[in-house]
């Protein structure tokens, strides 16, 4: 390591939200710190972000947490109760950055991720300029188009606007955002694409390994899963193998938030289980249409997880058994790695940001299946990378097309060949390094 003499720039990055579930914000604060940048990444510090961002000169400051709950269904107390979360952050965000917030370099950056922009963006502004500090925004979406069509959105727009405008640079997620960005309020913004970090592209498993940590996170994670259900056996050498008919392991990553609709998923995945059973029942078809069974693991942690965890529970599976987890940072990846196709529902409450969770996915080299909306094609490449859908029913034929005759599925096997190849070498810190890097190492 280099001596704090060797120190290039303190880069403050504010996460308004928690850090753990932040993992573009850890990707920049890992990668500044990469080149000789000391960061504070402040924040809320419910999840642990993965151990690689975790370093010497990586600090993570807690954000104190408004002391009242934002879940209330009435419009009028939900209104009162956002306004005093924001009066709150005016005076949390400076006293965190001027008490806590420190680096060896006189030089500063100030990073704000956007949303939740509102006020962050305001507060850091100003604290850029006292500091004689770069002001950055990183553009995830609009922090206005998550308030939908409502009179503050409006405002909240203009704001965002406003500010955006005097960042010293602004990056952002989509080319399609990119544009909007300049027509909307006459920010320019430079594209910085989502990509996986390299111990998530690097991290491809081989078949030998890929049993046994199925055997291992199957152990750990779907304890509940009787014998036909195993995705493993034991030889009686003791050698783990695949069982010949093994489920087809289906995973769906998600903030439980209303951009992603899983009601679409899960009416999918009914039509599907009744699809499997009417064949299964009709003896005139004879063996030669197999369907496996699917185990589909939907991760993440969000408010409507109870809603959809009681459909999941109202309705009475055959060939289909669907679990919710949360998996640790570190457990993630493996766990991708080792699925054999993933699904996607993000929307975009703005229509230009990207699922990011898509990315982690193809860094693991696994194809996906995701909702169509105007933005996604920059990501996802039909019939390449992955399939595109707009209705259950669509998504119920994909599923049909690709666990027909499972393991042996030529549509399937060819969209992992693809992903896995376009993979290679693709990961943040490249995409980093030639975009970000060069725009704030001199200003």
Same mark, same amino acid.
């Given at each position: ?137 990183? +553009? ?11 009179? #503050? ?43 996986? #970090? ?30 036909? +259900? ?35 998923l899960l009416d999918a995945l009914i039509r599907l289980d009744k699809r499997v059973a009417d064949i299964a029942d009709n003896q005139a078809l004879g063996p ?37 987890? +949360? ?41 996906v299946l995701a909702k169509n909306f105007p933005a996604i094609s920059e990501l996802v490449e039909d019939g390449r990378n992955g399939l595109l859908f707009d ?36 990961? +943040? ?15």
């Amino acid at each position: 390591m280099e001596s704090d003499e060797g120190i290039v720039m303190t880069a403050t990055l504010f996460v308004v939200g928690d850090i753990g579930r932040s993992p573009r914000m850890c990707y920049h604060a890992y990668s500044l710190a990469q080149q000789g940048c000391y960061v504070n990444l402040v924040g809320y510090t419910d999840t642990l972000p993965h151990r690689n961002v975790v370093g010497e000169y990586i600090r993570f400051i807690p954000l104190p947490k408004p002391p009242i709950s934002s879940s209330y269904v009435n419009p009028i107390v939900s209104f009162l109760v956002r306004l005093i979360k924001m009066i709150w952050l005016l005076f949390v965000l400076p006293y965190t950055f001027f008490l806590h917030c420190r680096g060896p370099s006189h030089r500063q950056m100030i990073m704000v991720q956007n949303p939740p922009g509102i006020p962050a963006m305001i507060v850091c502004y100003l604290m850029a300029k006292i500091q004689f500090a770069a002001f950055v925004v990183d +553009w995830h979406n609009y922090s206005s188009s998550m308030l939908g069509r409502t009179w #503050p959105a409006y405002f909240v727009g203009l704001i965002e606007g406003f500010f955006g405008r005097r960042a010293t640079l602004n990056f952002c997620v989509s080319n399609a955002m990119k544009n909007d960005l300049e027509r909307r309020w006459a920010v320019r913004a430079t594209t910085l694409y989502d990509r996986p #970090p390299t111990w998530i592209s690097e991290g491809l498993v081989s078949p030998v390994e890929k049993v046994r940590i199925f055997h291992r996170l199957a152990t750990e994670h779907l304890r509940d899963l009787n014998d036909e +259900w195993k995705f493993t056996h034991e030889e009686a050498d003791g050698t783990l193998k695949f069982r010949e008919k093994r489920p087809l392991l289906l995973v769906s990553s998600t903030s439980w938030t209303p951009d992603e609709d899983f009601s679409i998923l899960l009416d999918a995945l009914i039509r599907l289980d009744k699809r499997v059973a009417d064949i299964a029942d009709n003896q005139a078809l004879g063996p030669a249409i197999t369907y496996p069974n699917i185990v589909v693991v939907i991760t993440g942690k969000g408010p409507l997880k109870e809603f959809y965890e009681e459909r999941i529970r109202q309705f009475c599976w055959k060939n289909v058994r669907v679990f919710t987890a +949360w998996l640790p940072a570190n457990d993630y990846p493996t766990f991708l790695a080792c699925a054999d196709v993933g699904v996607s529902l993000h929307t975009s409450t703005s229509g230009f940001d990207l699922p990011m969770k898509v990315v982690d996915m193809f860094g693991s080299g696994l194809p996906v299946l995701a909702k169509n909306f105007p933005a996604i094609s920059e990501l996802v490449e039909d019939g390449r990378n992955g399939l595109l859908f707009d209705t259950a029913e669509e998504l119920e034929g994909l599923l049909a097309d690709i666990s027909l005759g499972f393991p042996e599925n030529p549509k399937l096997s060819e969209l992992s060949k693809m992903v896995k190849e376009h993979s290679k070498n693709n990961h +943040w810190v490249r995409n980093w390094n030639a975009v970000f890097w060069p725009r704030v190492e001199h200003f």
